[in-house]
């Protein structure tokens, strides 16, 4: 009798482990993302912060951090680009920002994106907007984002441009990190 | 006789779930822990987002990359400072590099981060390394980072000094996020 | 009676001589206004040249193209600033648009004027956004003028600062004329 | 006999009155003449408002201004140009002072030139000598005027370059107004 | 018998004096390799004299700055670069280093090399690292001189770039010198 | 009889060999002389060569270099002067020039040496004229030259200004080596 009773209580025991245990696979992802959330929640509290992240982010974590900044209002595109010529990479900045809609028609929304481009491209540049004509190339990641300055003041717009990624010689290997960050007002 | 059993069973599921439920809670924080670690080790692969993120965190998260940075084997110091006079961003950053150890007495560790310092500068500035000249003021956080220039490449020395914060008019409210980015060789 | 009829003729033709002497000289003026309107709707047809214009003219011509250009619904202020300190010159015009009005509190608009104001300088300081660090000194007209880029397109708001004047060395007349135009969108 | 001295004054006076209709015409135009003249001299009493009043200048009252600085004593020449490269546009305003003989075939006068052009396209570039490499392009008119500094110091020779027109993006209407002036001894 | 003795002293006299005028001739050069030696080694003393006098240095004076800094302990390759295009100024000097054995293989090596060389360009371009694009060409003569900053300090190692030469317009004979210095730490 | 022979050829060659010692002791300086005058001759052979030499001459040298330039036709003079402010090193140059009279009371004289004195600051600050705003201060010696800008060309006259010296931190031997050159139309 003792066994049996046993063995019904092991029994009731391993039933009620085995649904935790699954529960807590499902819970390890859930936290994460949860995690991953607050740890975005204390990032990415402001337009330059997001800009700057997602531009910055890889693989997954780059679309974590879009769709986190997309649902806190802020108006986001990305994208990459690599080149020797300063125009080539205004250039994909600007059709990035005009094929997601992020600035419109209009000549002033272009004149925001791109005067907060060239202010991203002086973090690049440290002093010159310059690369082939100086013999170095670039390998970069931005991001566009639109929204208020930060997450308090909600109706006002402005424009950020996040750049970061390698710059350097046309050797492979020899670059180093690179970043900029262009603020203006929409 | 069967609801002896089913008391039995029940409570041996109890006992179960509260053990279960105990570990989840002490379970949550680690998994929470181990996230921020992953998204860390997904950002922070390079002295010069190591410098970014560590310049761009608040509160926990600030020393939560600090160690993290520690732990991979790069050199950190980070601090605060604002100032209408570049002059004073500059020793302010020279002071914490020389007082954490980061650079010692001699004169090119020094000129290396001098020169990480500025090229900081020009994407604060954005084409002039001026503030109070052009009636700007700035509060800024910083980090110093030692290291390899990635974590691939264990045996070379880079400096690298990331700024983040916040630049504008002498007029509270009138301000928005600046970031840059300097690195050289040690 | 020949001679009465030449006296009646002669005074009545001095009458009407007289007339329109009279009427001449009012005309006279009128004309030179009518002109001075006819050369400003030449000159003063789009934003930039409304504000260097303005900068530019001297004593009454100054306010007839303020006159102007307020009646072609630009809104204008403008001022004198003389000094060596670069911060000086961009809180005199700053502080003349608040007064006036045409920035108003929010940041936006300030942020608008003072990069219309830093893109101006680079026109008076030729390459350094420097006056009294590289010992000289400039005595300054500057005209803030905001409305569409163009007479053509009425619902655009554009910022333009115009500035002109003399710069030299700290010696009377050891100076030469210097301009700037620097413009924005609002 | 009244009615005949009526007839006689009436006609008197119309007499006078159509000569002076006929005089006013003339006048009007004559008026229109001298009150530009008399802009002209209040704005054009200087070798860099005379550069800049031409460069600004369109149809007649461009060669109005022309006319009136090369009375003055100035020698005058303009021009257009519209390029994305600066070196074509330093090349047609080279082109034009040797052309027009402003300049000789020695060094020293096409140095000077040279040091107002890039002086008056800092102006243009507001802190980049660049176009086409930052995707900017520009239609320019341009002036180069020689002289005295100011109608009082006639024995003194200086160069200067006016620069007026359109900056932007290379896309209809995308663009802003542009302004920059050079002086330099000679 | 006097005449003998006259005679004899005499030619003992030739004799000594012939072997004199010998060794003076000898002493000229001599003296003047000497001389050439105490110029250099008061001309000499540091790292960035001799990286400018070996660029400003021609024909067998380059080959003497050149021995003389080599004995003194420095590595120095030197040559020279014509182009209107800073990149292949870049290219010649860094082409140099490396075929040289200045600087090896590493990246931090390459990297000390070209910031040293775009801080001897600031000297070139007076503002503007530009050539081509601002319509000048440049005929220069380089040095690269790796050693301690001063021949004092034996145990520390920097880099040096020294350029001399003529910027000008694309038009023989107007051109004037130019030169820049970069130095760096190694 | 043959030993008063020997002592007479002795004495007469000792007599002989004394004169010819003396003479040699003599002639090595005036060889090294000859010999500095011939370095400086293949060294110091136009405007911008005799200016850095003289910046860069130490002691005896200094005055060797300045006599031999004004010797060749150039107008020289020469001084020293360390800061942290940029207007102070202007103003010493500007001093100088004044004072010895390479320049006149005329604006057009000392605008051609200002901008001369800018030239060479470029090459001092590589990519920003300031010293004390980005925490530095310079020792350096200067020298203004007035001359053709060959010895070939007589009749053309311009102005140099070379700039030699040490930049670097407010430490002790924190500090490396810089150079620059401005040459002006004058």
């Not at 991953?36 to 997954?60: F, H, N, P, T």
Request: hydrophobic share 45%.
């Amino acid at each position: 009798m003792k066994l049996i009773l046993s063995i019904l209580r092991f029994s009731a025991m391993i039933e009620v482990g085995l649904a935790y245990e699954k529960k807590l696979i499902e819970l390890r992802e859930l936290i994460y993302l949860e995690s991953v959330s607050r740890v975005m929640m204390e990032q990415c509290s402001s337009l330059g912060k997001a800009a700057l992240l997602i531009a910055m982010a890889e693989g997954d974590l780059s679309d974590s951090y879009i769709d986190y900044a997309r649902e806190k209002g802020f108006a986001v595109t990305s994208g990459k680009v690599g080149s020797m010529d300063i125009q080539k990479i205004i250039a994909a900045i600007e059709t990035a920002g005009r094929r997601e809609g992020l600035v419109d028609e209009r000549y002033r929304s272009q004149h925001a994106l791109y005067h907060a481009i060239l202010d991203a491209l002086q973090g690049l540049g440290r002093g010159q907007i310059q690369l082939g004509n100086v013999l170095r190339t670039a390998g970069l990641r931005f991001a566009i984002v639109i929204g208020p300055r930060t997450l308090q003041e909600k109706d006002d717009l402005w424009i950020a441009v996040g750049l970061y990624g390698m710059i350097g010689a046309p050797i492979k290997g020899h670059e180093h990190e690179v970043c900029g960050l262009g603020i203006n007002h929409l």
